[in-house]
């Protein structure tokens, strides 16, 4: 499945580890900078250090496909 989350906060962080154990492709969007770096180094998944409100965010997040 593919899975587009959006923050790395109480709830997307769990929710990022769960889709990632389960072999999910997961894209995470996550705004601020310190956050993004933290999930693209404990995660295997693509990180996007963007806004999810701006159209080409999630546009390049592939939300078409999830």
Do not use: Q, S, W
């Not at 900078?33 to 996007?48: I, M, N, P, Y």
């Amino acid at each position: 499945m593919y899975i587009v989350i959006v923050g790395t906060g109480d709830i997307g962080t769990p929710l990022t580890e769960i889709a990632t154990k389960g072999g999910d492709e997961v894209v995470v969007i996550e705004r601020d900078e310190g956050r993004a770096k933290e999930a693209a180094t404990r995660f295997d998944c693509l990180v996007l250090n963007a806004d999810a409100t701006v159209r080409e965010t999630l546009v390049d997040a592939g939300v078409d496909r999830a």
